[in-house]
């Protein structure tokens, strides 16, 4: 790469296949009617009628031309070939699109970058690969939007899109090697699929190679840092970019909001944007609610949702579901319940947020009630929600209710219970005392249990005094990571010590002196007017 003054962007750069900078005017008013483009189908005109609904909001409206000039048997020129490529790809019909592309009489580098493109906003990832690969194969010779295409296309993760881990920096050292002149768009794209790769360290290598930095190039470098728990890092490259925006700001507050370290600071950099006279939008208030819950500051919550009644926001769904959430993680579960009885509209996140809020405000037999009424509403479960279900189960001893809960999930809904359900089942079967049916669920799960599960059967032996399977438990688990599960050495002394077994307590707290093992001590949060 380069390490010289950016060069002018070129327009078709920084132009994406559905969004061009044409001079066609989009006013009615000088577009002329749809009949007197097909009454002189001469290139010319032919020309500027695809492109004036290319522009429009009714592309599709401009396919009847392609009919127009197959039945006329007209041969469109190259010009005409790509404009109604571009406009095929509008409508999102990529099967015509590749077609006009296939019957081109030279497939240009314009017209490869223009169907690559389109197959990537569609989501067709590995066709758009294949056709860069066909380009190459061609003897075109990729440019910078090409790249930046390769780069944008590595940062995509799917389950069914199985990707080179490497690709980010194979087309980085191609475009190196091809001695590419990068542009804003190109850099952008690097520093976002190193950051998307997790080679934050990477990212920030081109990005200061970068003379003339945009805040989008560090807002993904931000992004990458705040991900990675660097937050000075990320706090240098915020207080280094000189023309800032929402997303930005948005971007520190979301980083800031994922712990209750940082999460003050986040309320800080929303109230500062607001000041530089930034207007908050959803994403905003969703990321200052998510500080609130974190810190559990029920006070300065009320003033965000004060504030939000005065916008247009408040109705939002996603703003709803954060409110929920941040309610019933600071223990007010009325507020949690108001707000959601007043949305207008409900996903499944909201109704998890208040059956998991009730769960774990002591409401168990409120969240069981709410967990029937959301499938009642014929709003689809999710394995959160099962969790928080099988969790208020738990609480209240209803067995048969939780294992009932537990065989639904892939029975009705076509959810594998993960290890975290395993482990909630074993408490509900330990705590009800059939210690019998736990052991039988660990031993016919699917994949090897984790200490969680351990943990939860090692505490139903200690509740009622199974020494052996305490042992078991405890064993296993000290195998998974010992260091980690200071309280399962205590769980198992407290065991063999109700069963008279003094000798095995002497020399567990002999074993946990010679490692180095302690309890963990305990804590208590206290809350003030700024959070906790």
């Known amino acids: 790469m380069k390490n010289g003054r950016l060069p002018t962007i070129r327009p078709y750069v920084i132009s994406s296949p559905n969004n061009q900078n044409f001079l066609v005017p989009t006013n009615n008013t000088f577009a002329p009617t749809h009949q007197n483009y097909l009454s002189n189908p001469i290139s010319t005109t032919l020309s500027v009628a695809i492109q004036h609904f290319i522009n429009s909001d009714v592309p599709f409206q401009g396919q009847k031309i392609h009919t127009h000039i197959i039945k006329s048997g007209f041969s469109p020129n190259t010009n005409i070939s790509i404009k109604l490529l571009i406009l095929h790809l509008k409508t999102g019909c990529l099967k015509y699109a590749s077609q006009m592309f296939d019957e081109l009489p030279q497939q240009t580098l314009s017209a490869y970058n223009y169907l690559i493109g389109g197959y990537l906003k569609h989501g067709k990832v590995e066709e758009s690969l294949d056709l860069v690969r066909r380009m190459v194969h061609s003897g075109e010779k990729p440019d910078a939007f090409t790249?930046?295409?390769?780069?944008?296309?590595?940062?995509?993760?799917?389950?069914?899109?199985?990707?080179?881990?490497?690709?980010?920096?194979?087309?980085?050292?191609?475009?190196?090697?091809?001695?590419?002149?990068?542009?804003?768009?190109?850099?952008?794209?690097l520093v976002d699929s190193y950051v998307k790769s997790g080679k934050v360290e990477y990212a920030r290598t081109v990005f200061d190679m970068m003379l003339e930095k945009n805040v989008i190039c560090s807002t993904a470098l931000i992004t990458g840092y705040m991900n990675k728990g660097l937050v000075e890092e990320a706090e240098d490259v915020f207080s280094k970019t000189v023309e800032k925006d929402v997303v930005v700001f948005n971007t520190m507050i979301e980083g800031y909001s994922k712990s209750v370290e940082t999460a003050k600071k986040g309320l800080e950099v929303f109230v500062n944007m607001?000041?530089?006279?930034?207007?908050?939008?959803?994403?905003?208030?969703?990321?200052?609610?998510?500080?609130?819950?974190?810190?559990?500051?029920?006070?300065?919550?009320?003033?965000?949702?004060?504030?939000?009644?005065?916008?247009?926001?408040f109705m939002d769904l996603k703003i709803?579901?954060?409110?929920?959430?941040?309610?019933?993680?600071?223990?007010?579960?009325?507020?949690?319940?108001?707000?959601?009885?007043?949305?207008?509209?409900?996903?499944?996140?909201?109704?998890t947020s208040m059956i998991d809020g009730y769960g774990k405000n002591g409401n168990p037999n409120e969240a069981l009630e709410l967990f029937c009424m959301m499938q009642e509403c014929c709003v689809e479960p999710n394995d959160v929600t099962f969790l928080s279900a099988l969790s208020a189960c738990g609480?209240?001893?209803?067995?048969?209710?939780?294992?009932?809960?537990?065989?639904?999930?892939?029975?009705?809904?076509?959810?594998?219970?993960?290890?975290?359900?395993?482990?909630?089942?074993?408490?509900?079967?330990?705590?009800?005392?059939?210690?019998?049916?736990?052991?039988e669920l660990v031993m016919r799960m699917p994949e090897k249990p984790n200490s969680d599960v351990w943990a939860a059967l090692l505490s139903s032996c200690r509740l009622h005094g199974d020494v052996q399977m305490a042992s078991i438990a405890a064993n296993e688990l000290f195998k998974l990571n010992a260091d980690s599960r200071p309280g399962a050495f205590v769980a198992l002394s407290n065991t063999l010590a109700a069963a008279g077994k003094w000798d095995g307590v002497s020399e567990l707290r002999e074993m946990m002196k010679v490692r180095g093992i302690s309890k963990d001590t305990a804590c208590s949060w206290v809350g003030t007017d700024g959070g906790l």
């Not at 409110?323 to 007043?342: S, W």
Request: proline content about 3%.
């Open 147 to 189: 790249f930046s295409m390769i780069l944008k296309a590595s940062a995509c993760v799917s389950k069914r899109v199985v990707l080179p881990r490497v690709l980010g920096r194979m087309a980085h050292a191609q475009l190196v090697k091809l001695d590419v002149e990068p542009d804003e768009v190109l850099y952008t794209a």
């Open 274 to 313: 607001q000041r530089l006279n930034f207007q908050p939008n959803i994403s905003t208030f969703a990321s200052v609610i998510g500080a609130c819950s974190v810190l559990s500051a029920v006070e300065i919550g009320h003033q965000v949702q004060g504030q939000l009644m005065k916008t247009e926001f």
């Open 320 to 351: 709803g579901s954060a409110l929920v959430d941040m309610h019933a993680k600071c223990g007010r579960i009325e507020d949690a319940r108001r707000v959601f009885d007043y949305m207008p509209e409900k996903n499944v996140f909201t109704w």
């Open 395 to 439: 609480h209240t001893g209803l067995l048969a209710k939780g294992r009932e809960i537990f065989e639904s999930m892939e029975r009705d809904y076509s959810i594998i219970p993960k290890l975290e359900h395993y482990a909630c089942m074993v408490d509900l079967l330990g705590r009800a005392g059939r210690l019998d049916l736990a052991w």
